[in-house]
């Protein structure tokens, strides 16, 4: 061991404090096809596919579904194959609850996306212990809150992602400007090759590539295809890289030979992404930001169809979500956040303009250069 | 109004039928990031991000989060943008209930993934009605039952998807053979490109190129690199493409100046593949094969460490579960399932043979042509 904790190991000590608090014995988590969980990396460095159990003993057991990846990439004190466990979450959790040796009566808190039906299985099985499953001020509630404030780590992380973000833009506009990216697929094509080369995991998400036929979407269906891209109207491109885990998410905005009508949209969120800029400091709320950008749309007789921007994260979205209802966040340092303002017409076609921006005592700190490109 | 009722109402009527059996009065499906449902695409063409209500009184009621998208691809009696509902899914379902005019004390089916804690929310705002959750014998049970045979119109639409898979494999062992591909990306790069060229939507799930330094996971992380692939050793290739939704499932092994203990893998991963093929045929059982795949390994002293196979279709995974342990499938006429023996060592390195197998009054069918290519 390491006579300085490491960082997933500060990271559980968190959890572990907030456990003993409390009262739960023990937290599950289960990262699984269509059920995943970014926790799990955040608190071990597993990538997926695993569960994850952590005794207020300051003890960590991991199960991944594939033992050679764990061994390359997770730090906890256990790691047991899942498969020593039948593959079965309710199992594994009675197991789990065996070799930290819990006592009766003990508080287990499972994933607050346990299905109902599941639910009632664990409560079955686990019938001499309290489950608890809840989604306000539960685990996951906590471990959100944790992780929409960056740490140093992270916040490194980001910076370099934004860099490799920034030079994927460059080169973009370049080659968008030399008339060398012609379809939306060739746009996909540099991002993945370009993300990958710099050492990232892949993209954050998939990429949108939408021409001015298909850019009235707010997300393309099917997200990119052979059609073109940067010709006549307004084309959209929404990417991320995925570096160490942690995802950018930019959209640029590729405008051709347009019309006053489709100039006016591009305008308009400009000058929306810049009100939005100028309100981002600690202490403001994601969503006064939200409402003051849907009345500034409003007065021009727009409407937007989608937030105006959220956390980013090992996931792509993450709290805060700066929405005009349901949302309760209020900014803090260290948090990164998109602005994304964006219009969208059947007819003229659509455009957003999205960058990261890190929160800061002082303000805003862009760290991603994605604009609207007039070609 | 077709005089003939169409595809999605044929498979909509399926549903009501079954509702008016169980006194179900209104089912509800939800397809939201972290939560996918491709049921909603099954039922209406919406490719996602919806909510869907059926009403036993033979109507459907579609509210996407982007109503452009809708327009261009949904079949339903009522489609209205989810933002009327407060984009909450408790709302809309008591709006739902109120539009189909459901009496007190109906029966209203939730997603059996509803997590415990909304479901005490739909419970809650729900009071005057009877929701009910269910795993088995529940709404998507039962429309896993309708979806793993597949009909008519699917069949005809993987038969293309297939033909494109081979045209994809075929080149793939051209330009392997040439030394064109040499990277992961180099392989991940064609099939991309190739597969839209075809009018694809897509790969079916991330494709996972593992060369020789990678191939010991089952599923390597990150998917693919820019690191050396069909180099000396071993190197797996993972890939589908989605066709009008539906993705085929194929493996590549690309072997390159192998050891004789890396021979006899490729060798036993064939012979399992053969043995498995042979069992294909109505009234089997998924996990008789399963076992017997896993006693002819046990022969050898090796151990699979996942499924043999599964089925296929708008999902990558569907029913039936191909696995010698806890799988309850009976293989029908119509289901389109995969074999995936496979075995890995992280000295040797892994192989893998997959391919896309329809199951016949006669037999089984390839319909994919995925092989272990040795350069």
Redesign the interface.
Known sequence: MAAKPGLYEQRRNRVYDWMAREGISMAVFEDA????DSNIRWLTGQ???ALLFLTVGRKALLMP??I??AK??AHAEHIRPY?EF?R?PVTACLKAAGIFKLPANSRIEIP????????LKFIEALMSFDVI????E?LEAVLKTFRMVKDDEEIRIYRRAAKITNGLIEILEKQLRAGKIRSE?DA??LI??EC??QGC??TGF?TLAAGPGRS????A??????EAFGSRGLSILDFGVKYRGYTTDVTLTVASGISRSQERLLGLTERAYKFALDMVRPGEAALDIAAAVDSFFAKSNKTM?HALGHGIGLEA?EEPVLRS??SSGILEPGMIITLEPGL?D?RLGGCRLENDILVTAQGPEVLTSSKIIRL
């Open positions: 096809e269509g059920r995943r990538p997926g596919d579904w594939d050679n990846i390359l990439h498969g039948d079965n607050s996306s346990t299905p109902y039906p599941r639910f499953c809840r989604e306000e539960g697929y996909v094509r993945e090759e990958r080369k995991e892949g998939e009235f979407a707010i997300h269906f099917p997200a990119y295809t052979t169809p979205h209802r349901n969208y059947p």
